[in-house]
């Protein structure tokens, strides 16, 4: 029961402090996290990755057709499946 009522009393203590400060902080986050993703650098970064990552699904989905091909009898390649591998 002590425990409890120590646990209590130091969320309530913490939820008090941090609703004190939170919105203050939330607000300073947020600018700082708004002004990096604005960032021409961060801007293109974004871009290379989107990029790549789009050739590494193709390349997955091209890897996990082959598999499919190599694995169910009577499928052809020439053939396109209703899951729409290719």
Known sequence: MKYRFGFLT??????????????????????LSRRVAENPTVQEAAGILRARAGELAGTARQKVGDKVY??????????QDTAGIS
Do not use: C, S
Not at 11 to 28: I, P
Not at 73 to 78: A, I, K, L, N
């Open 70 to 79: 190599d694995k169910v009898p009577g499928m052809h390649r020439d053939r």
């Open 10 to 31: 130091g969320a309530a203590v913490g939820y008090v402090l941090g609703t004190h400060a939170g919105r203050e902080r939330y607000e300073q986050i947020k600018r």
